[in-house]
């Protein structure tokens, strides 16, 4: 148990508006102030915590101005930074210059600024692979650059895609389709007959096998997909420091291995996975044994299964159809392998013609 005396919590839903409304209060209680130099603001934007100011006035002045700012409550810090030599100030991901008395804008990127972004090859859904491009092209179109400097971010952006292991044609495709979407934005076109409302839903992406879902679901439901990656670092990272047994402890589907054999069983349960494998082991005594064609095998050869630790879970899925689902979709994907090692004896499976067909990929989850 702890108590935070000031501030607000990092990572709290709650942070990112209250902090808002706290600023926002602190601009206001200045621009109703009886200060002159409010009248010498020309220009005043804020975005979090980054306040952009373009002011018409001397260096004391300035120098005035800040010290007001910080003087607005006792618990926040304001620093500053000036325009530079080339009459130049960053601020978010625009430089911002003065040409002419206008400003002029041009993309910032920090030095520290890598451009590794998903490559090409990773097993992610393209639709996540190309959201960077997407957000970049976006930012290139509708941030009033020069052509040349508009050309000069364009080839960034192919540089990026190419090191990444995408073709820079790709980034052609879409930035004509993003000019495409903007000038029919701006024609006036008629309401399209929405009594037919789609619905959307999320499922997990598993390759070429998620699209063909997909294309299932749009086609037969008229269901809008997306698809969702439990690859995360979160998930490699902090999920990794639970102890082997904890895993043991949830339900879902799991894999039994023979410890003299390459054969093995797949299974699923709706109770602690290490209570179900006990229940094999029962079986090897011959006292639960119709139960189990694992412990079966593990009878008539005499050998042993691996331990507990050993036991592979495919994925974690609390009691219901979709334990189901995921149980026949493991078993599909092992028998696609054609190794002749699978011990399961239930293989007549209600997934199996439309899974039929696929390339088999495992997944350990």
């Known amino acids: 148990m702890y108590v935070q005396p000031d501030g607000l919590a990092m990572g709290s839903p709650l942070a990112g508006i209250l902090a808002e409304v706290f600023i926002n209060a602190l601009e206001t209680t200045f621009f109703n102030s009886s200060s002159e130099l409010r009248h010498k603001i020309r220009y005043y934007a804020r975005y979090v915590d980054d306040i952009f100011i373009a002011f018409d006035g001397t260096d004391h002045e300035l120098e005035h101005l800040f010290n007001i700012f910080n003087g607005l409550h006792e618990k926040i810090s304001f620093t500053k930074e000036l325009q530079n030599d080339k009459r130049e100030l960053n601020f978010l991901d625009l430089t911002i210059s003065i040409e002419d008395n206008s400003f002029h804008f041009n993309i910032f990127r920090k030095e520290t600024y890598s451009d590794n972004v998903i490559p090409s090859d990773s097993t992610h859904p393209k639709a996540h692979k190309l959201a960077f491009f997407h957000s970049a092209i976006h930012r290139m179109v ?74 299932l679901l749009n086609k037969k439901y008229n269901c809008n997909v997306s698809f969702s990656t439990d690859n995360s670092l979160k998930r490699n990272l902090v999920q990794s420091v639970e102890i082997a047994s904890d895993w043991f402890s949830n339900s879902g589907v799991y894999k039994l291995t023979c410890n003299n054999c390459p054969s093995y069983y797949i299974g699923q349960t709706g109770r602690a996975v ?88 495992l997944f350990n989850i």
């Open 274 to 361: 290490k209570t179900r494998y006990k229940e094999h082991l029962l079986g090897k005594k011959g006292t639960n044994i119709r139960n189990s064609t694992f412990a079966e095998h593990l009878l008539i050869t005499g050998h042993t299964p691996k331990q507990l630790e050993d036991t592979v879970i495919l994925h974690r899925q609390v009691k219901g159809r979709r334990l189901d689902l995921w149980e026949e979709l493991f078993i599909f994907k092992h028998l696609e392998l054609k190794d002749g090692n699978i011990l399961n004896d239930q293989l007549n499976l209600a997934c199996k013609q439309f899974f039929e067909g696929f390339k088999p990929v």
């Open 142 to 215: 509708t941030t009033p650059l020069s052509p040349a400097d508009q050309k000069k971010e364009l080839n960034v952006i192919k540089a990026i895609a190419v090191n990444n292991g995408y073709n820079q044609n790709m980034i052609d495709h879409l930035l004509n389709k993003k000019i495409s979407q903007k000038c029919s934005t701006l024609r006036n076109i008629l309401p399209t007959d929405t009594t037919e409302t789609k619905k959307f839903i999320s499922i997990p992406f598993l390759g070429n096998l998620s699209y063909r879902i997909k294309r």
